[in-house]
């Protein structure tokens, strides 16, 4: 099962938190990249404001990729399977790969955007096919601990980036093609692990109907003495769902029956997005000077938020199957809530004491390992166990096309946000947490330890009432 969710890992959601973080170190690079393009292209200078046009186009297309990925994700796991959908999203990973890397000798700009459209579908099918795999073949009572390796891969994607990323290594002027086209490297990584493990055995059958390579699957999951209890649940679910086809996004919608779990998807969702932790990286170099940090080491300072990204997925991973989901993840909310509270204060009144730049630095570390501790991390999780088989797709691409749309209009939004409100626009994302942090009180059910089946009858009395 570990290794498992290593090979699915490291093309899945690795690539997501990979590709987001090493974009940051080549921007200069980038910048003259594209001056000298249009320079030799045209023979005349470029546009202050097109250029930032064209770097906005270059960082952001990465949204719109991953939006398209969200989309037809689900579907290329119902027709490919879980294991085929993930060994296909390598192809173009491999493609955008080789499309970035040629645009700096070929002197054609174009084809990095190209390629980062195209890592961001590559970002957006992984973040929505990883967990799905994970959640259905992980036993029950270790399936919130496994479903982690969603975020432990995303976080340490984040770290990877921002270590390879130092100019010290291929964050260099000379180097930054060489950065960009090193997504190959998980891609090739998963095209040669994942073949050895079998498919989903809840796909294999549910929606396949074939029990021999099913129990296969198990036995080579779970143990020859271990696999049956898993069966006979995989055989019940497929009994209450009666050769019920897998469902269309928008049939979810139409349907009393999911309504509640659909409502708690899409607010955890934007919840996750909209909590706060673009505005903290967003802060974070400001806090860490006013702190009297150098600017050239600053960089490296930045490593630590990686680092406590990684350490709070991997605390998570370890408690999720303890203290349940619903402990952790109200938690992390209510946390995030108090240091919004305390940063609003100390970025405030940062000149006035001495002390003051290095609370608002303890508050930038202890809101990142709240968020890692919480949302970060079972936001997935939580999506997974809140389907049955048939709408379980369906529900990843609802919630991946909701998150991405999240993503891009935080990046479009929150400049104008900060210029506005400056360090108030804390309490703003102070009122998100909290009210995230209530819905989930009341809704959701803990669902540690509950098979998919026990966790829609909880739901059916939210989405029936006494008719249950």
Known sequence: LFLAVCAVGIGGTFQYGYNVSIINAPTQHIHKFLNETWSSRY???????????????????FSLGGL?????????????????????????????????????????????????????????????????????????????????????????????????????????????????????????????????????????????GDELSCAKALKRFHGSSEYRREMEDIQRECF??????????????????????????????????????????????????????????????????????????LSCGLLIDYVGRRCLIIGGYLLMTLWCTVLTFSLTYQELYSWVPYMSMMCVFAFILSFGLGPGGITNTLTAELFVQSSRPAAYMIAGTVSWISFFTVGMLFPFIVNGLKQYCFVVFLLECFFVAAFIFLIIPETKNKSFLEIKKEFNKLNFGRNA
């Not at 023979?43 to 297309?61: G, M, Q, R």
């Not at 993930?86 to 002197?107: D, E, H, K």
């Not at 903290?280 to 806090?287: D, G, Q």
């Open 43 to 61: 023979h005349k200078e470029l546009n202050p404001d097109l250029l930032t046009f064209l770097w906005s186009v270059i960082a952001s297309i």
């Open 240 to 313: 209450a769902l009666d050769g019920e086809k897998p469902r269309k996004p928008w049939q979810l919608f139409t349907d009393p029956a999911v309504r509640w779990q659909l409502i708690t998807v899409i607010v955890m969702t934007m919840g996750q997005q909209l909590s706060g932790i673009n505005a903290i990286y967003f802060y974070a170099t400001y806090v860490f000077e006013q702190a009297g940090i150098v600017a050239e080491k600053i960089p490296y300072v930045t490593l630590g938020t990686g680092v406590c990204e990684c350490l709070t997925a």
């Open 68 to 208: 398209c990925g969200a989309l037809i994700g689900g579907s290329m796991a119902i027709r490919l399977g879980r294991k085929g959908a993930l060994l296909m999203n390598n192809i173009i990973a491999i493609l955008a790969s080789i499309l970035m890397g040629i645009s700096f000798p070929t002197g054609l700009f174009e084809l990095l955007i190209a390629g980062r459209f195209l890592i961001g579908i590559n970002s957006g099918v992984g973040l929505c096919v990883q967990p799905l795999y994970i959640g259905e073949f992980a036993p029950k009572h270790l399936r919130g601990g496994l479903a982690m390796g969603t975020s432990i891969f995303l976080t340490g994607g984040i770290l990877t980036g921002q270590i390879i990323g130092l100019r010290e290594l291929l964050g260099g002027e000379k180097h930054w093609p060489l950065l960009l086209s090193s997504s190959c490297i998980p891609a090739v990584a998963q095209l040669l692990f994942l073949p050895w493990f079998p498919e989903s055995p809840r796909y294999l059958l549910i929606d396949r």
